[in-house]
């Protein structure tokens, strides 16, 4: 019965390769994002999806692609790794766009890269 | 003018005392502030929110005190718990289409038995 889900826990990869991050939500909400959270804890947002469609992206490089097969789901595809791309990456959902909407968090992805 | 100033970055409460962390913003425009909490190794979760249009809102221990003069609000924590150890965010978001929560840097608290 798990709400915001995310697979794998934790990735462990060598700079230089591609790799996806998966979420899924079980919640009936219409809106995802993906938030990177640095080593110091600073949490900043990554990408919204509303409805499958990108609503935010925030200054983000291009390795980075986000994807919305449907509503439930919002992946993150992370191509040519870079040792800054070491963080833990949070999948959220919310019922709709609006700033009151509580965000529903994932328990994140580490990532390390070698 | 989009940021969120938190602090302290750290804080240690004695069981039964109180935990006060402090935030500061300087868009007028952001119009909902809410708290979230974070356990080691969890994903953050709301833990109480307020508008601007009150200066206080209590649930169980834990209030928000709000200054729109001074752009300021704060989170108590009363009679801290050591369950209450966790990293605890500030955030504010502006009702428009960014739709996006503006995070605090995040305070870690301990509270020892």
């Known amino acids: 019965d798990t709400a915001v889900s995310q697979t794998p826990k934790y990735l462990v990869t060598q700079m230089g390769n591609d790799k996806s991050i998966k979420c899924e939500q079980n919640l009936g909400h219409d809106t995802m994002y993906w938030y990177k959270q640095d080593s110091k804890k600073f949490l900043k947002i990554m990408f919204s999806?509303?409805?499958?469609?990108?609503?935010i992206n925030e200054t983000v490089p291009n390795r980075f692609s986000p994807k919305s097969p449907d509503k439930a789901h919002l992946n993150l595809h992370i191509n040519s790794l870079e040792l800054g791309d070491s963080a833990v990456y949070f999948c959220?959902?919310?019922?709709?766009?609006?700033?009151?909407?509580?965000?529903?968090f994932g328990p994140g992805t580490r990532l390390t890269v070698l | 003018q989009q940021q969120v100033k938190q602090s302290p970055q750290s804080l240690i409460v004695q069981k039964g005392g109180i935990s006060i962390i402090n935030c500061a913003y300087e868009?007028?425009?952001?119009?909902?502030f809410p708290w979230y909490q974070q356990f080691p190794g969890k994903g953050p979760a709301l833990l109480i929110a307020i508008r601007p249009d009150v200066s206080e809102k209590k649930e169980g221990r834990f209030t928000i005190s709000f200054n729109k003069s001074a752009k300021q609000f704060s989170l108590h924590i009363m009679d801290s718990q050591p369950g209450d150890s966790a990293t605890y965010f500030c955030?504010?978001?502006?009702?428009?289409?960014?739709?996006?929560?503006?995070f605090g840097s995040g305070t870690r608290l301990l509270v020892r038995p």
């Open positions: 999806y509303n409805n499958k469609e990108l609503i």
């Open positions: 868009n007028t425009a952001f119009d909902y």
């Open positions: 955030a504010a978001s502006i009702e428009d289409s960014s739709y996006k929560l503006i």
């Open positions: 959220a959902s919310s019922l709709g766009t609006s700033a009151y909407n509580e965000q529903f």
